[in-house]
Structures are given as structure tokens and as C-alpha cells.
């Protein structure tokens, strides 16, 4: 149940989706996160974490797994893993859309489920390159590569 302020002003951000409790900025989410009010779910492949990057603190969940993109058969149970009972999830992959496939199952799930927009990397550019047109990476909020 929410009924602080700072929640309720954070809801604010919210844009309103279908099939889940909304879409959000990446720096709501970041803030979310870092205030204990989400658990971040990173749905991107293992490969995408390993060679791209990742958020620190963010539980790596596949929605699909690499190769061949087939639907990760354990999605269910370790996003049921993964985030308590009553604890909203924010939901990232590479650019938004994997992840809101992700927040639909994850509301089927009983989660109260948020998509993160523009990914990690954001949208291609006309010389279809990611980073610089939107994401979590170039709006700056913490990642790390190995």
C-alpha cells in the first residue's frame, strides 16, 4: 500500500501503459531503487551484461536467453526469487522493449511491475549505433563494465 509522500510524489512520473503499472524514466528508477522502494531487474541476456554492462545492484533476470533468443524457461521463478511480496520491480533491458514483454508477465505474476524507458543503451541513431540517443548509460546514472 502506498501512502507516504515521497512515493506519491514519485508517482507523479509515472507514464500510464497497458498490461502494467507504467512506464518510467531511468532516473526514477535509479532513484527507486537506491530509496529500497523497487528492486531492479535486469532482463538483458548474459552475454548483453557481460560485453555491455550492468547497474550495480540490479538482480539479473533473462527474459529471453542467448542464443537463439528462446524465452528463458526460469523467468518466473527467479523474478518470484527476486523481488519480496509488496515490492515494486523496474524493469530494464537494451532499449525498452524486451523489458515491457518482461513487466506484462511479471503483472500476470502478481508484481507490481514498472518498465525502465529507453533501456540501457537506448534507441539506434541513423547509423544504427546505441548510446547516444537516450538510455540508461548516456543519461549517466551508474553502470560498470568488466
Excluded at 42 to 69: H, I, S
Excluded at 102 to 122: K, Q, V
Aim: a neutral charge; glycine letters at 12%; charged letters at 20%.
Amino acid at each position: 500500500m502506498k501512502t507516504d509522500a515521497i512515493t506519491h510524489a514519485a508517482d507523479a512520473g509515472v507514464q500510464a501503459a497497458t498490461g502494467y503499472a507504467g512506464d518510467i524514466a531511468p532516473a526514477m528508477a535509479w532513484q527507486w531503487q537506491q530509496a529500497g522502494q523497487a528492486v531492479l531487474v535486469d532482463v538483458r541476456t548474459d552475454a548483453e551484461r557481460e560485453w555491455v554492462g550492468f547497474v550495480p545492484g540490479a538482480v539479473p533476470v533473462a527474459w529471453k536467453q542467448w542464443p537463439g533468443m528462446a524465452l528463458n524457461a526460469g523467468f518466473d521463478e527467479a523474478l518470484k526469487a527476486a523481488v519480496p511480496a509488496g515490492t515494486r520491480v523496474v524493469l530494464l533491458c537494451r532499449s525498452g522493449v524486451r523489458s515491457v514483454a518482461a513487466a506484462r508477465r511479471a503483472t500476470e505474476l502478481g508484481l507490481e511491475a514498472y518498465n525502465i524507458l529507453e533501456g540501457f543503451e537506448g534507441d539506434a541513431d541513423g547509423q544504427a549505433q546505441r548510446g547516444q540517443r537516450g538510455g540508461w548509460r548516456m543519461r549517466g546514472l551508474p553502470w560498470m563494465q568488466k
